[in-house]
C-alpha cells in the first residue's frame, strides 16, 4: 500500500478474465484499494466486483411442507402474480418475487395453472401459471443407496437438486446446470469434496474463463462437479459449462 501511494511502479498485473480473491478493502488518498491475501493491494477501480447472490434453499427439517403440498419456487426472472381464479384477467391475490419459496398443491389444476394452497398466508386459495414455477417432484432413491444413505437427485428439466436420506427429503434447491455443454445424465458417487477448486477452460476455447478458488466442491466425474456460483444469480436457469452450479449458501 505504501509503494502505490507513493506512486511506485506496479509489482505485476493481474491477468484480465480471471477471478482473484480479495480479503480486505480500504480507502485511501488515491482512492480505495482491495488487498490479496500477501498484502499486495490492486485499485478497486480496475476490478469488477461480483454482487453475491443470496439464493439459498430450504432446509425441509426446519422448514417442513404441509401434507400433500411440494415445494417450489418463482423462476420467472420479472416475478409473476398469484390470481383468485386460474385466469390472467381474475384479482390477484399478491405478486410473488423471483426466487420466492412456495407450497404448492401436489396436483395440478391444469397444464397451465398450479394451486397455491395459502396464496396469502391466511388460508386463501390462489392459482399461479405452471410456466413461471420450478416445482420438485419425489423421486426413489438409486437401488445401490441404503435406507440411511444421503444420496442427491439432480432433475436438469426442473433446474432442481433435492438432498435425500434415503427416501426422505432433507433439503431442497434450485440449480443451473450446462447450457454451452452438456451435463453428463446417470448415476454417480462423489469421488472428492474440496473446500476451494480453480475451474478454468480447455487450451484454445473460444469461450475463455479462469475461476480461482470456487468454493464447495463436489467432484463426481473427472470434469464435473456440483460447486457454489457466485458470478450469477440465475438459478433455475441453465448457465454452466456442464458442471451444476448452486448458491454459495447451498454448496456449503
Known sequence: LEHYLKGKRHHRRLLKDVTHSFVNIKNTPKGWVLFLKDDRVVPL???????????????????????????????????????????????????VKYHEALNLASKEHSRKWLVVPDADKKGTKGYIRAGHIRRWTKVPPPAMVKADEIWVDVNLKSQILGLYKGTELQYITMISSGLTGPTPKGVFSIYSKKIAKDFHSVPDSEDFYYLRQVPWVLQFMPLYAV???????????KRSHGCINVSLKDSK
Do not use: M
Not at 53 to 61: A, C
Open 45 to 95: 477501480k480496475d476490478i469488477q466486483l461480483f454482487g453475491v447472490d443470496r439464493f439459498s434453499g430450504r432446509d425441509l427439517q426446519k422448514d417442513p411442507v404441509p401434507k400433500g403440498q411440494v415445494p417450489a419456487w418463482v423462476f420467472e426472472g420479472a416475478g409473476t402474480y398469484i390470481y383468485i381464479q386460474p385466469n390472467k384477467r381474475s384479482k390477484r391475490i399478491r405478486f
Open 227 to 237: 460447486h457454489s456460483a457466485f458470478w450469477h444469480g440465475g438459478f433455475g436457469y
